[in-house]
């Protein structure tokens, strides 16, 4: 009998504004800066790990004029898409019915051959997409490019130069053809004599998330993206977007945590929370394969626990082993303890191995913060704690961290039905 044990973990998310302090500070309870939609906004500066690319296409030279100008703007670096065959004024004739570019945008399968190579995409966090409208869309080359790279976890932002159109739907358009995890910002059309100052205004109010630990900025979590039971996404440090909700596993096993897993992917649950300790990561795993939903749909999360710590390397090709899902989306350490910083810089160089995706840490709480997070490089992607009326530790739960602008996400975990309802 197929059974969704207990209540589907909620999950709230707050996100870390400051400036350099060094006070993790604790839940008050009538903090203005914890609740979301009040939170003060800080003025957003590039991280130091951030890498920007301006790739464009320009028949006519007016995109290739805006994208040197943004690129010089932004110290970004940057890429000309060139089609294999170089497109002629007559190729180009849209009145032309029969002309090159006419045939081409009318054939939704047409992917005209590139000659440049974009070397090592994964070094760039951002990607700015500049493009000339051709009747209100991408041309197909950009397309082409879109599908010679793998943007997953990269934010793209498209912008256009045009005879008059807007950008239209040809960012929208162009965001179908990437898998989910890939990050789409709203664009805009640019003159072709667009000054840097335009330039500068327009950058300094994309929410572009961070690398690193500088995420600043809650405006990407917005529940109203959330439709019909599948929860909306919050972009992590790492890049990647993770649902808001899913179903926690604690407890279940076997034939029992497979049916709850099926049950819940059918209803549209796609973050799946387990552990080394829950000892269901086998079965978890069975039941993502099963469900016939594609991987890049569903978030998992699992956690190795203090007597793995020593042995970090190993219990993560274990987790990996029994998830026998390819990734995973995001490791925790389950709890502090000893090895724990070794523990975590494993985990940091499974991220660059690219068995994970991104790292965080799970019952951590101010004190215990604070000693760790000064010897580890990476700022951990979210902090899952157990919070829920029943439980609300209040004096020992970060909600703000000034430290480093740390990115934290809280966990209402294990909200039992038959205490709350
Ligand atoms: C095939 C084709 C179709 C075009 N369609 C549109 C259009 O729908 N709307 C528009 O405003 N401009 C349109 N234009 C004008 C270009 O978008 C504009 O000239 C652009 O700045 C050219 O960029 P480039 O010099 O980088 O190639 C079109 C141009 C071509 C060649």
Redesign the pocket.
């Known amino acids: 009998m197929k059974k969704v044990i207990l209540l589907v973990s909620s999950i709230l998310c707050l996100v870390m504004l400051g400036s350099c302090g060094s006070e993790i500070s604790k839940i008050g309870g009538e903090n203005e800066d914890m609740k979301i939609g009040t939170a003060k906004r800080t003025k957003r500066e590039r991280g130091k790990e951030d890498k920007y690319l301006v790739a464009y296409f320009?028949?006519?030279?007016?995109?290739?004029t805006v994208a040197n100008r943004l690129a010089e703007t932004l110290s970004a670096d940057i890429h000309e898409i060139q089609p294999e065959e170089n497109y002629t004024a007559t190729d180009?004739e849209?009145n032309d019915p029969k002309s090159r570019?006419s045939i081409e945008q009318n054939d939704p399968n047409s992917r005209p051959k590139l000659s440049s190579q974009l070397n090592d995409v994964s070094q760039y966090n951002v990607i700015f997409l500049a493009y000339?409208?051709?009747?209100?869309s991408a041309p197909k080359v950009i397309y082409t490019f879109l599908e010679s790279y793998d943007f997953t976890g990269k934010t793209i932002v498209p912008l256009c130069?045009?005879?008059?159109?807007g950008i239209g739907s040809s960012g929208e358009e162009l965001e179908s053809i990437t898998n989910d995890q890939t990050n789409w910002l709203s664009g805009k059309r640019f003159d072709?004599n667009v000054s840097t100052k335009e330039l500068k205004t327009w950058f300094s109010k994309l929410n572009i998330p961070k690398k690193t630990s500088q995420v600043t900025d809650i405006s990407n979590f917005n529940l109203e993206h959330g439709k019909n039971g599948n929860a909306s996404s919050i972009t992590l440090n790492s890049g990647y977007k993770m649902p808001v909700a899913g179903i926690g596993t604690y407890s279940l096993e076997n034939e029992e945590c497979e049916d709850a897993i099926l049950s819940a992917l059918e209803s549209g649950v796609r973050l799946i929370d387990t552990a080394y300790m829950y000892r269901n990561e086998e079965a978890v795993g069975n039941a993502i394969r099963k469900s016939g939903i594609p991987r890049e749909e569903i978030f998992v999360i699992t956690k190795i626990y203090p007597s793995q710590f020593d042995k970090a390397n190993q219990a993560i090709d274990e987790a990996m082993g029994k998830l026998n899902i390819g990734y995973v989306d995001l490791m925790l350490l389950h709890h502090p303890g000893e090895g724990d910083v070794k523990a975590y810089k494993a985990m940091e160089k499974a991220v660059k191995d690219k068995k994970i995706r991104s790292i965080g840490l799970s019952n951590w709480y101010v004190e215990e913060l604070e000693e760790f997070l000064p010897q580890v490089e990476t700022t951990p992607a979210l902090v899952q704690n157990e919070i829920h009326p029943y439980y609300q530790e209040k004096e020992r739960s970060p909600v703000k961290c000034c430290c480093s602008m740390i990115f934290f996400i809280f966990i209402p975990h294990f909200i039992f039905y038959n205490k709350l309802f």
């Open positions: 320009s028949c006519t030279n007016n995109t290739k180009l849209y570019s000339p409208i051709w009747w209100g130069t045009s005879g008059g159109s072709k």
